[in-house]
């Protein structure tokens, strides 16, 4: 079973096709971006892009993203390993606290980003609502947001 | 029941710093205390051991705090390089470490700048003393100043190697510590700016390890517990029953009560538990069976103030409150990793006493103290929820029993299930006016669940002792600020199922909640501005608080507010633990949906020096997120037997779409530091709670509200 994880072909057992994705990527590729919160979908700790789209590997298995091309908050940066926009806008703002939630705050805000279709500023802030932070880091989030003119309307 | 206690026995609970906690008759004949927190403040022979000067010339700091997304890394490591006169990002930061960073108080209660910036500022300045002895003791002449550059250090414009003085590497004796008054100064370098510290680097990149789970080591096996409720087949039987594939990879185990599953993947864990039919089914809420709260609510066990006579034929205000149970919701679930040889055992973990986890490693395991050695990594959120449980114990006992290292992470479902929670509480506070509206009667009593001397920490024995004392978190803010006539205040800790325990604030988020909202509906009874009046009951020694409430009526523009049905402004204000002090306005729509939306926030919040003024505007607004929480949506659902809340579908607080603008002013730079994690807590609540009251015509007495 094939897939491209951060820009590398990797392959994985058959039998492993219905494991939980996000436990493949750290407990096999020792990957930590992906964090696990919840496990039922619900605070997207666990957030990877899927062929550019934010997806909650918690709640995904194995076999669900074969032939597809990964990247976890590792792969974010660039070529060059230059952060990437969302990430630079995150250290200015100095957004995080305790630092868990924010995989998913950014690898959403990043899918966001990278998107050629721009959603409007309502939708934008909707879908980066879903991925939860207890320390209360949103006011940051939403200045990082504004400094990333995300939305259609920014 | 009357014990007393051997001269041995005092002074050991009075060295531990429990006495000042009431705990002084403690039943001794057989039984054995069992490990209690370290209560003790910091003091030079403690600290000489977390700051070093290496033989490589880095500086190496091994905090005596956690981690928490408080900023206290990012604080302590600005004291340090201040004191040193070396850029902050070039410190080896180590988090809190059992061979150098014990004993050492929990990090609990907004204490760590308090406490430890000072000693660890004269540690610093000592350091720099220190070495400058020492280049001048090694070029034969006195050097009066040098300037480090990473691993360079300037002496009279010329440059060389900072190992060249560190042969050995600089440690400090405790007589080589100069004690210094820790002071805001115009010519800081480093205090008091803007400051990222490298973790958060990691945090947003992912390029190292920063978290528990983050570390994978060499031949670890990790391990899931289950619930002892479904701990009915015997386990040849479970693992019989476990398909072949899975057989080999996963093995049941038993470690004192609890079953475990172990192996090298949790994908092959969580088929085990759905194979076997192991997973927990989600039950129904029942209703408490009976009201733990019953029961007036005057005359209560413990008495805080209690002056005057507060009786009345008649009394202008009388109001109950309501407030539910609450989860800490921390975003990480708690992980240990341990590596268990004959020799040592090594622990990673991340929680909020290091001290009291080794202590009680000690007797659990039995081995000596120096064979255990703790590394504390960072923590995704604590808020009081991760000062104790005995993951660190579990993952040793495995470790031992397989012979390799083994790493136990909960479950979020095990996080509401066996962690402890914020009490709910119910409050009866009622008050007089005299004619010239100034409160005479004050009558606040009030019942929640344990705090402090919390089940969760205390074995049944010692709780019926700490009955008699009063938990004093339980407690917390109790006591206002303001100048009553007469004054009663009471309360009783009240023993319930629900393992209860600290709470981000303590009392405070409640007990504030329900005397500031006393206080605006007084105010109106009176007929007088809500700010006026609160600077008429402030006292002369709490000039502070009647500033942080000047200061921010005038950032709101609170005289020339325009109000109508569709919007208010709401004020509260308060002192967090007898040191820091807040005051919030709160502007609130209500929607045509009748929901409401708070559409700003202002905050004046005074806790002295603030030595990192990005982290504590961050703590500020974290507690004011904590209070809309509180107010629209935290509740935690329990029943006789069991926490019915299981996840994050079923829990839910603020997020993105209900935080408001915020404006905040800080202030009282040039008094000493106090403490900002938990003290916008006390003012937020009730300056939302007062808004809404105004546009639906009702005093809010009960959270959260059900809309």
């Not at chain 2, 600290?47 to 700091?61: I, K, N």
């Not at chain 2, 720099?128 to 360079?152: H, M, Y």
């Not at chain 2, 790493?407 to 009490?423: A, C, I, L, N, S």
């Not at chain 2, 029943?639 to 779409?657: K, M, P, Q, S």
Request: aromatic share 8%; hydrophobic share 40%.
């Amino acid at each position: 079973m094939k897939f491209t994880l951060n820009g590398q072909s990797v392959s994985l057992p058959k039998q492993w096709r219905e494991d939980r994705l996000l436990w493949v990527l750290r407990d096999h590729f020792n990957l930590i971006g992906p964090k696990y919160g919840c496990g039922i979908g619900e605070c997207g700790a666990c957030t990877i892009h899927l062929d550019g789209e934010a997806v909650r590997s918690c709640s995904m298995t194995a076999g669900d993203v074969e032939g597809a091309s990964i990247t976890t908050l590792e792969g974010l940066q660039n070529q060059s390993g230059q952060p990437h926009p969302v990430q630079k806008a995150w250290m200015i703002n100095n957004v995080p606290q305790c630092g868990f939630c924010q995989n998913g705050q950014i690898m959403t805000a990043a899918a966001l980003y990278n998107s050629p279709e721009k959603k409007s500023d309502e939708d934008v802030i909707e879908e980066m609502a879903r991925v939860r932070c207890r320390c209360g880091t949103q006011v940051r989030i939403q200045k990082a947001l504004k400094d990333l003119k995300l939305g259609r309307n920014a | 029941m009357k014990h007393s206690l051997t001269l041995s026995r005092r002074s050991f609970i009075q060295k531990m710093g429990w006495a000042s906690a009431g705990i002084t008759a403690v039943s001794l004949t057989g039984c054995s205390l069992p490990p209690l927190p370290y209560r003790s403040n910091p003091t030079a022979s403690e600290a000489v051991f977390w700051l070093s000067l290496r033989e490589t010339g880095e500086v190496e700091f091994i905090s005596p705090r956690t981690e928490m997304g408080q900023g206290i890394a990012a604080g302590l490591r600005l004291v340090v390089a201040e004191g040193m006169g070396v850029d902050p990002d070039t410190i080896n930061y180590i988090h809190p470490r059992s061979d150098r960073s014990v004993p050492v108080k929990a990090t609990v209660g907004s204490e760590s700048v308090m406490q430890y910036a000072p000693i660890i500022s004269s540690l610093a300045k000592s350091m720099r003393e220190t070495l400058l002895k020492r280049i001048s003791a090694k070029e034969g002449r006195t050097i009066s100043d040098f300037r480090i550059f990473g691993a360079d250090i300037e002496i009279e414009k010329v440059r060389k190697p900072l190992s060249t003085y560190l042969a050995p590497p600089l440690f400090l004796d405790e007589s080589d510590i100069q004690e210094t008054p820790f002071t805001l100064e115009e010519t800081n370098r480093y205090l008091g700016k803007r400051y990222v510290e490298p973790e958060i680097k990691d945090v947003v990149s992912a390029s190292n390890p920063v978290f528990v789970d983050d570390l994978y080591l060499p031949n670890m096996l990790i391990a899931r517990k289950l619930s002892l409720t479904i701990f009915e087949e015997a386990l040849e039987d479970l693992q019989q029953r476990l398909p072949e594939q899975l057989k080999k990879e996963i093995e049941l185990v038993r470690e004192e009560n609890t079953l475990f599953l172990v192996g090298k993947r949790r994908a092959a864990l969580e088929n085990a538990i759905e194979k076997l039919g192991l997973s927990d089914q989600r039950t129904e809420a029942e209703p408490l069976p009976t009201d733990y709260f019953a029961g007036k609510l005057d005359n209560l066990e413990h008495s805080l103030i209690d002056e005057g006579s507060v009786k009345a034929s008649e009394y202008d205000l009388d109001l109950e409150f309501e407030i539910s149970a609450a989860a800490h919701a921390s975003m990480e679930p708690r992980a240990a990793i341990a590596k268990v040889d004959a020799e040592k055992v090594e622990i990673w973990t991340a929680n909020q006493d290091i001290t009291l986890t080794r202590k009680y490693m000690v007797k659990a395991l039995d081995r000596d103290e120096e064979d255990i050695l703790i590394h504390q990594m960072r923590m995704g959120g604590g808020f009081g929820g991760k000062v104790f449980s005995e993951i660190e114990t579990e993952a040793a006992r495995l470790s031992q029993r397989f012979g390799h290292p083994v790493k136990v992470q909960w479950t979020r479902e095990d996080e509401f299930r066996y962690g402890y929670h914020r009490p709910p509480s119910r409050h009866r506070i009622r008050a007089t006016l005299n004619p010239e509206g100034i409160i005479d009667k004050w009558a606040h009593g009030f019942k929640s669940g344990h705090v402090i001397f919390s089940s969760a920490f205390l074995p049944k024995w010692i709780q019926s002792f700490t009955d008699l004392v009063g938990d004093k978190g339980v407690a917390r803010g109790a006591v206002p600020a303001y100048s009553f006539g007469n004054t009663k205040i009471e309360f009783e800790d009240v023993r319930f199922p629900l393992p209860t325990g600290p709470w981000r604030g303590l009392g405070a988020l409640p007990n504030n909640w329900a005397i500031e909202t006393a206080i605006n509906t007084l105010a109106e009874k009176a007929g007088q501005d809500p700010v006026e009046f609160r600077l008429a009951h402030i006292p002369p020694e709490h000039q502070r608080l009647a500033e942080v409430t000047r200061t921010v009526a005038s950032m709101a523009g609170w005289q020339q507010k325009k109000e109508n049905s569709q919007i208010a402004y709401g004020i509260a204000c308060g002192i967090y633990k007898e040191m820091s002090y807040s005051a919030t306005i709160a502007m609130v729509e209500k929607q045509p949906d009748g929901r409401f939306k708070i559409l700003k926030l202002w905050t004046a919040h005074d806790c002295g020096y603030v030595l990192h003024p990005e982290g504590v505007k961050a703590q500020i607004e974290g507690n004011l997120i904590w209070c809309i929480g509180s107010v629209f949506y935290e509740k935690l659902n329990w029943g006789a037997d069991r926490v019915y809340t299981e996840n994050f579908d079923d829990y839910h607080w603020a997020g993105l779409v209900d935080v408001p603008s915020m404006e905040i002013e800080m202030m009282g730079f040039d008094k000493p530091p106090t403490g900002a994690g938990e003290t916008a807590i006390v003012s937020g609540t009730a300056a939302i709670t007062h808004a809404i009251s105004k546009l639906t015509g009702a005093v809010v007495t009960k959270l959260p509200m059900t809309l």
